[in-house]
């Protein structure tokens, strides 16, 4: 992936007005010519307006509504002028609203400013203008009125308004849309799909749904209409609501629909709003997916599925899209991977990336903590080296090596590849162990040439097709809390202010996957003392696009290169928002050796072999808790141990695992923590299959709070003194 995005930004769309010191004006002020005014204002002044508003921008959905356009104001100055600014609609030469500027130097890329009551007023929203030291404003107005300019209006103190500039704008005589939405939120994944389009609409068999509508009418007075929702397959049981749309009313309902078909699979949803004559003023279509029978998925374990995905995949041939079928993408054989944890995450082996595992959330978006990626050496490739590349699974294999009531243990093999499949005899390897608190650890080994640079670790956001970043993406993405100290800053994205990299390292990363996800995905390495870079935004028509990096290239979409810019492609595809990247800044390597090996062509040469261990999961425990966890990881207890005696190797960082062999059917074990001892796991070597009781401080536990498979014993407890764990085993 690339790790530098180019800013894209374009060219306004209409004149741009200039006002410097001392400039002699003579505008008009609320549709009335002014007499000529010297006013100072010490700043160069502009005002963008651009119709329509951007689809990648705010307001959404239904929001959109009675925002037609959008408008920027930006104060070339570090000081903000003497004096009060407004944007003023009017029609006819005559102002019907007005809204007052409340400019600021700081505003967030989302931050709405409450709307007023008053329907004669205009709405904005602030948003970001990284990169400037300018005071600026932008913002889209709500208008309920027909306006057929806007105007900028300056109030020098103690002197009447002068309107420095307008211009002409297009607001439609009626406007609508509808938002359909699940009564109740059901994982994609628990419903056998995974990225189902943003503008679908997911249900289980005979789920029921809701519509919300907006309309605004502005042509004429006591509009009688009604609006009309079915399913096409049951036209008979249409959803009929009266709707009275005064002039500039705007009017908001949520209708509920009848449970959807329990036979079909797929079906379509209309939305209509018709006049009292019958005539349709406005009709819009959903495409409703129907799941009738969702995968039996256990509390925690593993399963191999094939998750369902029905929208046409882009493919590119010769500068054109055509089309893919998802059922036809893969060989037969190939499946795909879900592991399953008791608080519902969902970590998956998806053919559609390329086997690289993500965590899915309920909202349908997905994360990926990356892979190993080749920096350098890369003469003779095309395009970035790294597993993605991999759409044919030619390399990228995922096999089940463990699964018990103790451990998951999923193995990923894969090459990274440049565009046209070409690999360079590295081989990464990548573990993934999982327990029942729902925390695992990722373990990469890699074997490369001594000379081959590598980034393994991005914070990577995948989103389904039609889905906007500055929709979906929570404002503050990225968590940031030292292991050592607790300092904690929380990274806004365009991320500006940077004294969050004083933080002490070790450091735990908490990553929101979606604004509306109760869990958090967790990624920590005690040996990692860099902090990752954020990527640059992306703009257009100077108006923030997305927050971070985009593409669209991956996963799924097949036939062109790493993106460079946003571009049409979210239509038709998911896509991936790289939030941060720590480049080629690895942690220290838990084994590190320099051997005679043979690559990935059976070549025997000189090879580095590394190994890398972090702790993942995902989860809505607070900064207390997480804390306590990740020292737990990074400092083991000390074990006094007898009827066992401990392995040499005494801890894997690898497994978080500490490792005993067993001697005697009775074993006792003193749990000395270094700061806090949490859900610790034993692996107990020559140990009876069969447990007869556990005690721990004497107390006999319950089996609801350990587990064991015969091989691995996991503890579900919280330690921070000195305590005495008792295992008998049966003979």
Not at 328 to 356: A, H, M, Q
Not at 369 to 378: D, G, K, T, V
Not at 426 to 447: I, N, S, W
């Amino acid at each position: 992936m690339k790790k530098d995005i180019i800013t894209k930004k374009g060219i306004s769309l209409v004149s741009i007005l200039m006002l410097f010191l001392s400039n002699v004006v003579v505008y008009s002020v609320q549709g009335q010519e002014s007499a000529v005014a010297k006013i100072a204002i010490p700043a160069e002044v502009q005002m963008h307006i651009i119709e329509p508003s951007h689809p990648w921008r705010p307001p959404f959905g239904v929001n959109r509504i009675g925002r037609s356009f959008e408008v920027i104001v930006t104060f070339r100055s570090k000081e903000i002028p003497a004096g009060e600014f407004f944007l003023a609609g009017l029609l006819n030469g005559k102002e019907v609203c007005r809204k007052k500027l409340l400019l600021t130097d700081k505003t967030p890329f989302a931050e709405i400013v409450p709307q007023d009551e008053d329907k004669n007023h205009l709405t904005l929203f602030s948003v970001n203008n990284p990169g400037k030291k300018d005071i600026a404003f932008s913002g889209s107005p709500a208008i309920t009125e027909k306006i057929d300019q806007v105007a900028l209006i300056f109030s020098e103190t103690g002197k009447a308004p002068v309107e420095l500039t307008r211009q002409a704008v297009t607001v439609p005589s009626f406007e609508a849309e509808a938002v359909a939405k699940h009564d109740r939120v059901i994982n994609p994944v628990d419903l056998g799909t995974i990225l189902v389009p943003a503008n679908w609409l997911l249900l289980a068999g005979g789920q029921k749904a809701y519509v919300t509508l907006a309309v605004l009418n502005r042509s004429q007075d006591n509009l009688a209409a009604c609006s009309k929702i079915w399913y096409n397959s049951a036209p008979q049981n249409k959803v009929i609501e009266p709707l009275t749309l005064n002039q500039g009313n705007r009017v908001q309902k949520d209708l509920s629909l009848p449970a959807c078909s329990k036979s079909l699979q797929k079906d379509i949803l209309h939305l209509s709003v018709e006049n009292a004559e019958g005539k349709e003023l406005w009709h819009k279509e959903i495409k409703v997916m129907i799941v009738q029978n969702p995968p039996a998925l256990p509390s925690f374990g593993v399963v191999k599925t094939k998750l369902r995905y029905d929208s046409p995949i882009i493919n590119i041939v010769d500068g054109k899209n055509v089309p893919l079928s998802y059922d036809e993408l893969w060989k037969p054989e190939f499946e795909d991977v879900v592991v399953c944890l008791p608080n519902g995450s969902r970590w998956i082996f998806w053919r559609g990336t390329s086997y690289i595992p993500v965590w899915a959330g309920k909202y349908n978006t997905c994360l990926s903590y990356e892979w190993a990626e080749r920096l350098s050496p890369n003469d003779g490739f095309t395009d970035c080296l790294e597993p993605l590349m991999d759409k044919e699974l030619r390399y990228s294999k995922v096999e089940i090596v463990e699964s018990t009531n103790s451990r998951i243990h999923i193995r990923w093999n894969y090459q990274s590849c440049d565009f046209n499949y070409k690999v360079n005899g590295d081989l990464p390897v990548e573990d993934y162990y999982f327990y029942p608190d729902g925390f695992g650890t990722r373990v990469l080994t890699l074997k490369s040439i001594p000379e081959a640079e590598y980034e393994v670790s991005e914070l990577i956001i995948l989103a389904p097709q039609a889905a906007f970043p500055l929709n979906f993406m929570s404002p503050d993405p990225v968590d940031i809390i030292s292991v050592t100290t607790g300092e904690k800053a929380i990274i806004h994205l365009p991320e500006a202010d940077q004294t969050w990299k004083k933080i002490s390292d070790p450091c735990v990363y908490r990553i929101r996957l979606h604004r509306d996800e109760p869990l958090a995905a967790i990624f920590f390495n005690p040996n990692l003392s860099s902090k990752p870079g954020a990527f640059k935004p992306v703009y257009e028509n100077e108006f923030l696009a997305t927050p971070a990096y985009w593409g669209g290239h991956w996963p799924l979409s097949r036939g062109f290169n790493t993106m460079w810019n946003i571009n049409e492609s979210v239509w038709d595809g998911p896509s991936h928002n790289s939030l941060m990247t720590w480049a080629s800044n690895r942690p220290k390597p838990v084994i590190s050796a320099v051997t005679e090996t043979k690559d990935a062509f059976g070549t025997l040469k000189t090879m580095k072999v590394e190994t890398w261990a972090w702790l993942i999961g995902m989860t809505d425990v607070n900064d207390d808790t997480l804390l306590q966890i990740t020292q737990s990881y990074a400092k083991p207890p000390t074990l006094d141990v007898s009827g066992a005696i401990q392995d040499p190797e005494h801890y894997s960082f690898e497994r978080r695992a500490m490792r005993l062999v067993v001697e005697k059917k009775k074993v006792r074990i003193m749990i000395r923590p270094d700061r806090w001892c949490v859900n610790p796991v034993f692996e107990l070597q020559n140990a009876p299959e069969q447990l007869q009781a556990v005690k721990l401080g004497g107390k006999t536990l319950q089996t609801d709070k350990y587990a064991w498979d015969g091989n691995i014993f996991w503890l579900n407890a919280t330690i921070d003194q000195p305590v005495i764990l008792e295992l008998l085993f049966r003979e």
